[in-house]
């Protein structure tokens, strides 16, 4: 694990040299809107986040993270959990910013930005502030909610 995180640092930087470089580079506006195109889409995952067992039980959001955009998740009724992320109010063992989904080197990955009661993978909870990478199928306990992880 220590060697991924490494690995993901390392090419976190790759793609902002690309992004910054390919912008530099096509003079053209039919040559830089490709790049645009194929930068959007190596960059951007889409993720959805079905609630199987709790309180929003039965509803799916489809979560579009994009490098320095995340998705937040969270008790919190605001703009940026209701519009990109998951706002669930009404439970109170879920913190008002639980957890986000980022995009690192062109991969989805769920964080717990520290919140009270955690978050747990397979009854084990995961560290604080930690990224780690979103499996298909991948199921996780945030708050009284379990949510189920789909790559798409």
């Known amino acids: 694990v220590p060697a991924g995180g490494r690995g993901v640092g390392e090419e976190n930087v790759q793609p902002a040299d690309s992004s910054a470089a390919a912008p530099a580079k096509p003079s ?9 195109k194929t930068t959007k889409a190596a960059g951007t995952s889409t993720v959805y986040a079905e609630i199987i067992d709790g309180l929003y039980a039965g509803q799916t959001f489809e979560l579009q993270p994009k ?12 703009k940026k959990f209701r519009d990109r992320g998951i ?19 062109g991969k989805p ?3 717990d930005v520290g919140s009270t009661n955690g978050t747990l993978l397979d009854g084990e909870e995961l560290e604080a502030n930690v990224p780690l990478l979103i499996t298909d199928g991948m199921k996780l306990l945030i708050g009284a909610e379990t949510i189920k992880f789909t790559l798409g």
Do not use: L, N
């Open 28 to 36: 053209a506006a039919a040559t830089a809107k490709p790049k645009a």
């Open 67 to 78: 490098p320095r955009s995340p998705c937040f998740i969270g008790r919190s009724a605001g």
């Open 87 to 105: 706002s669930m109010p009404q439970d109170g063992e879920v913190s008002t910013t639980h957890g986000k989904v980022e995009v690192k080197a």
């Open 109 to 111: 990955y769920y964080t």
